[in-house]
């Protein structure tokens, strides 16, 4: 009997260290490992130049905040996306990555532009938590049923907010509506997509904004939904 192909997932990670990209990433080890993957972990980006490694790439899960990146390797993992590898990732670790990149921006659909404070500045101690607000993430109920987001409801949040700049490309699947509040420049709430997928080519991409730390990514619902989303993007 011919065993099964073992499936491959990159993980690459780095960035801004406040979102713990080594700490939210090893949390899902295990996961891949029950789930038939070889792991391998990179903390830089230019793997995505190694062209015949990325050819058997299944899935990327990125969690590499703001940096920058070369020309070849974001070359590099355009092409591996279009020729059918997933690309996973949550909050500034793929939404807030290679801000300068127009190609990449297109590749994500989706790029963080603020987290609202919870209060006004005078009121801020000047620390992470001054961004921790109370939230919903909004199911998009006729998508309830797709497989990322099938039998969970809405639920809340006390962490960072996303606002995120975006397009009608993307399969929106959650989304967060930031509140106006009097110290806010903006006039009226404005909701802004939480979850989504994007087929790029013969691959797809799943973004989920939750996932600050490894306690956002641990609880109950954001857990499952990073979980599947990388099932679902996988090739």
């Given at each position: 009997?011919?065993?099964?192909?073992?499936?491959?997932a990159l993980i690459v990670r780095g960035g801004w260290d406040g979102h713990q990209p080594v700490e939210t990433t090893d949390a899902f080890l295990p996961f891949l490992d029950e789930h038939g993957y070889e792991?391998?972990?990179?903390?830089?980006?230019?793997?995505?130049?190694?062209?015949?490694?990325?050819?058997?790439?299944?899935?990327?899960?990125?969690?590499?905040?703001?940096?920058?990146?070369?020309?070849?390797?974001?070359?590099?993992?355009?092409?591996?996306?279009?020729?059918?590898?997933?690309?996973?990732?949550?909050?500034?670790?793929?939404?807030?990555?290679?801000?300068?990149?127009?190609?990449?921006?297109?590749?994500?659909?989706?790029?963080?532009?603020?987290?609202?404070?919870?209060?006004?500045?005078?009121?801020?101690?000047?620390?992470?938590?001054?961004?921790?607000?109370?939230?919903?993430?909004?199911?998009?109920?006729?998508?309830?049923?797709?497989?990322?987001?099938?039998?969970?409801?809405?639920?809340?949040?006390?962490?960072?907010?996303?606002?995120?700049?975006?397009?009608?490309?993307?399969d929106v699947l959650a989304t967060t509506t930031l509140a106006a509040r009097d110290f806010d420049p903006w006039?009226?709430?404005?909701?802004?997509?939480?979850?989504?997928?994007?087929?790029?080519?013969?691959?797809?991409?799943?973004?989920?904004?939750?996932?600050?730390?490894?306690?956002?990514?641990?609880?109950?619902?954001?857990?499952?939904?990073?979980?599947?989303?990388?099932?679902?993007?996988?090739?």
């Amino acid at each position: 009997m011919t065993p099964s192909k073992k499936k491959h997932a990159l993980i690459v990670r780095g960035g801004w260290d406040g979102h713990q990209p080594v700490e939210t990433t090893d949390a899902f080890l295990p996961f891949l490992d029950e789930h038939g993957y070889e792991v391998r972990v990179e903390d830089e980006t230019t793997v995505y130049t190694d062209t015949g490694y990325m050819a058997g790439v299944d899935v990327v899960i990125q969690t590499n905040t703001m940096s920058t990146i070369a020309g070849d390797e974001l070359r590099g993992l355009i092409a591996a996306v279009r020729n059918g590898a997933g690309l996973a990732g949550w909050h500034g670790g793929i939404a807030d990555s290679y801000r300068s990149s127009s190609d990449y921006l297109q590749l994500i659909g989706g790029q963080f532009a603020c987290h609202p404070a919870k209060a006004v500045p005078d009121e801020l101690a000047g620390e992470a938590a001054d961004n921790f607000v109370r939230h919903t993430i909004d199911i998009v109920s006729d998508r309830a049923d797709h497989p990322i987001v099938a039998g969970i409801t809405d639920f809340e949040l006390t962490t960072e907010q996303y606002w995120v700049l975006s397009d009608d490309y993307n399969d929106v699947l959650a989304t967060t509506t930031l509140a106006a509040r009097d110290f806010d420049p903006w006039h009226r709430p404005v909701t802004c997509p939480a979850i989504w997928t994007r087929l790029w080519g013969e691959g797809r991409v799943f973004v989920s904004t939750p996932g600050h730390d490894l306690a956002v990514v641990q609880e109950p619902n954001v857990r499952t939904i990073i979980e599947r989303g990388i099932l679902w993007a996988s090739r």
